[in-house]
């Protein structure tokens, strides 16, 4: 029979680290044992149970763990983490499981802990503009559970994840061009140190010059320095007036060099987004739209009725200046909702277009002035390689992704694919980017890492692992090496 490279890459992992048919064999039976008097049925070795938390949405081959534990409190997760430390046995978060660099793979086996039962919005301070919730809270329950109050939270990075994985990834998505990313807006964390022991880092204080920023090293860990529990997060007021649209232009450059004059006159915009004509015709085909098969910008601007009129009138005149045409604005929140579902299906509506492929999803992030640059030198070199590979982008902020769809069983295939992802990082760290805007390092760009930082600042980091999980168990394998 067959064997796909995806398959052969994950044999070739079992055969370096165990084989997940012997699970048990790797893990003291003891320590199952332990686990289940503590959380009884709430800890599975089900193989349907550790194959849905051995792998994300992305092309990296199943790494089941060894069981799964369902956390509840603070405290349980201490205790898991307490235990896995006396036998220095690996420890993986998972939220919902939406991560795309492998970053919930269990490389070397080990023990899940799935977090998505810590639910509870636990606070919500509305004079202050920010609330505190567990780590298993999605981004859409906590602004359905802030609806009636006037605010909202605004990272959005399309899936319906946790806040928890959103903070450990410090993810983004479309709103960060007005509102910021993770980074910005957790402003304290409750964390489960490798060693079991609970700690609190920030206040609610809009700001703080006490010490190292312990909260910002969280941020973005990916699970590797502690288990995140529970977050702080700052909420915004909902606006008076929000107008969506989108815009066709003739090419990509041209939206991109729209969206940058745009940023640069100071127009707030809220979420400016460009999907590639491939795209377009995809979603159509998925999403049952009628949209102009052009290279689109889909945007949105936030604010009282007589400013968000003033941005829409002075975007019209920019986006003019560069070949726009066939604008359509939406103001009903139904009609809002529509659009921006439409564009958020768009992976799903690529795999729609080849059945039976998987989408090696990758992205980098640039200044705005190289953007248009960038990204028709992408387009270039995917025409070259004869590649399905439509891209989105976070224009805003410079960040944009491009999503290589393909057959699994096409070794040739996936090794050009290996190559243009190459190519794309390096064209980016050329340019003053980086490798990778919010999807985080995981396993799957930890081959950047030393390109884009140098050898002297991956070793602080590694010395950073080091002191704060010294035996290596925190979601081992990933973000740097050790």
Same mark, same amino acid.
């Given at each position: %029979? ?54 994300? =949405? ?11 534990? *369902? ?24 939220? #919902? ?68 994985? %959103? ?14 990313? %993770? ?6 964390? /409750? ?70 004059? /745009? ?18 015709? $995809? ?16 945007? =949105?601007?936030?604010? /009282? ?21 066939? *604008?359509?604005?939406?103001?009903? =929140? ?41 990204? #028709? ?31 699994? $069983? ?48 991956? =070793? ?23």
């Amino acid at each position: %029979m067959h064997t796909n490279c995806i398959e052969e890459v994950q044999l070739a992992l079992h055969r370096v680290f165990m084989t997940q048919d012997s699970h048990e064999a790797t893990l003291h039976r003891e320590l199952i044992g332990r686990l289940q008097d503590l959380l009884g049925d709430r800890v599975s070795t089900a193989l349907s149970i550790r194959e849905q938390h051995g792998r994300g =949405e992305s092309w990296h081959p199943l790494q089941m763990p060894d069981a799964v534990c *369902f956390a509840n409190t603070n405290e349980e997760v201490s205790q898991i983490v307490k235990m896995c430390a006396e036998t220095r046995t690996p420890v993986i978060a998972f939220g #919902t499981g939406t991560s795309l660099e492998g970053q919930v793979q269990a490389k070397y086996g080990g023990i899940c802990i799935d977090l998505s039962q810590m639910d509870a919005v636990l606070e919500v301070n509305s004079d202050d503009l920010d609330c505190r919730v567990q780590a298993g809270v999605t981004r859409r329950q906590l602004n359905q559970y802030l609806r009636d109050t006037g605010l909202f939270f605004p990272v959005d990075p399309g899936a319906n994840t946790s806040i928890g994985g %959103m903070a450990a990834t410090r993810a983004s998505g479309t709103n960060a061009v007005k509102y910021g990313t %993770m980074r910005e807006n957790v402003i304290g964390l /409750t964390v489960v140190t490798a060693s079991g022991e609970i700690i609190k880092t920030g206040t609610r204080a809009r700001k703080s010059s006490a010490g190292y920023d312990l909260t910002k090293l969280f941020v973005g860990s990916e699970g590797t320095l502690g288990v995140i529990t529970e977050i702080q997060l700052r909420l915004f007021g909902l606006c008076e007036a929000i107008s969506a649209a989108i815009v066709n232009f003739p090419d990509v450059r041209s939206a991109a060099e729209a969206t940058m004059l /745009t940023i640069q006159m100071g127009i707030p915009v809220a979420r400016i987004e460009v999907i590639d004509t491939a795209y377009v015709r $995809a979603v159509n085909q998925y999403s049952k739209t009628d949209y102009p098969e052009l290279d689109t910008l889909f945007l =949105e601007f936030h604010g /009282t009725h007589a400013g968000v009129a003033e941005q829409v009138k002075l975007f019209h005149e920019i986006s003019s200046e560069f070949g726009a045409s066939g *604008f359509q604005w939406a103001e009903k =929140e139904e009609d809002r909702s529509r659009l921006w579902r439409a564009r958020h299906d768009a992976y799903y509506a690529g795999l729609a277009v080849m059945p039976g492929s998987r989408g090696y999803v990758t992205d980098v992030c640039v200044p705005i002035s190289r953007l248009a640059e960038c990204i #028709t030198e992408t387009q270039a070199d995917i025409a070259e390689q004869g590649l399905f590979a439509p891209i989105v982008g976070h224009v805003g902020d410079g960040n944009f992704h491009s999503t290589v769809f393909f057959d699994p $069983a096409d070794k040739s295939a996936f090794a050009k694919i290996l190559e243009f992802d190459k190519r794309l990082v390096k064209r980016a760290l050329a340019m003053g980017g980086t490798c990778t805007g919010e999807h985080g390092i995981g396993m799957g760009k930890l081959k950047h890492m030393r390109d884009e930082h140098g050898d002297a600042a991956v =070793e602080v980091m590694r010395t950073i692992k080091k002191a704060l999980d010294p035996h290596n168990i925190m979601n081992p394998g990933k973000v740097v090496e050790c």
